[in-house]
């Protein structure tokens, strides 16, 4: 079975940097074609990609973001970190982790998606 | 940096109609777009990618088309566990993109 779970802070303050892990079992993030990547969803609004790391290390940011991430994986934990900088009350959403796979070497979406975790910033 | 548009932003519908959702990008995507669902308080579930290839487990009313900048999702008849949001998202870049989302309601 394939799972992805995010943990980090439910609150932080404005200034702040925040530290997400995704933690997953059940794919090995070191198998050609897989990635993992971060999406955002604020209450009520579309989802937003922030960042995806390859299994070859390529790393992607969001243009609109790239000053404020770093994404980077510990292949023998099973694990994504993403640290967003900076943290503003606009950041406020549920964090998402997912896996991005290639099927016989056609890229898909992300297909496995963690639960999610709600992230507030305020004072 | 790609845009996606999707149209319409609500949709309201009935049971065993079929509907068909709109998804446009701001620059040809090849056929690097994927279709996700998304329930109240869950996270997305693939339901297309490539523009047209249905995901395993996905009911086959979904059906996906198009390529370069003009895509569609279609269910054929609706069911009741249908109703959900739905986002498209272009991976075609280097930096993925998604729709800002349709709401499918009865």
């Known amino acids: 079975q394939i799972t992805l779970k995010e943990s980090g802070p439910t609150l932080v303050k404005p200034t702040q940097t925040l530290t997400l892990t995704c933690s997953f079992s059940g794919f090995s993030l070191s198998a050609r074609g897989v990635g993992v990547g971060w999406i955002r969803q604020p209450a009520g609004k579309a989802l937003e990609w922030l960042a995806l790391i390859y299994w070859d290390e390529d790393k992607r940011y969001s243009p609109s973001l790239k000053s404020r991430l770093t994404i980077t994986k510990d292949t023998s934990k099973n694990q994504v970190v993403l640290t967003m900088t900076n943290m503003d009350p606009v950041d406020t959403a549920t964090y998402y982790c997912a896996r991005r796979i290639a099927v016989a070497g056609i890229p898909s979406g992300f297909d496995i998606w963690g639960e999610g975790t709600m992230i507030s910033v305020s004072s | 940096d790609i845009q996606m548009t999707q149209s319409p932003s609500t949709l309201s519908a009935s049971v065993g109609d079929r509907v068909t959702i709109t998804c446009r990008a701001s620059q040809s995507i090849r056929s690097w777009l994927a279709w996700y669902q998304q329930k109240p308080g869950k996270a997305p579930k693939l339901l297309i990618y490539?523009?047209?290839s249905l995901e395993s487990g996905v009911p086959s009313r979904f059906s996906g088309s198009g390529s370069g900048t003009e895509f569609t999702l279609t269910i054929s008849s609706l069911q009741p566990d249908d109703f959900a949001t739905y986002f498209c998202?272009?991976?075609?870049?280097?930096?993925?993109?998604f729709g800002q989302g349709t709401k499918l309601e009865i």
């Open positions: 998202q272009q991976y075609n870049s280097s930096f993925y993109t």
């Open positions: 490539k523009a047209s």
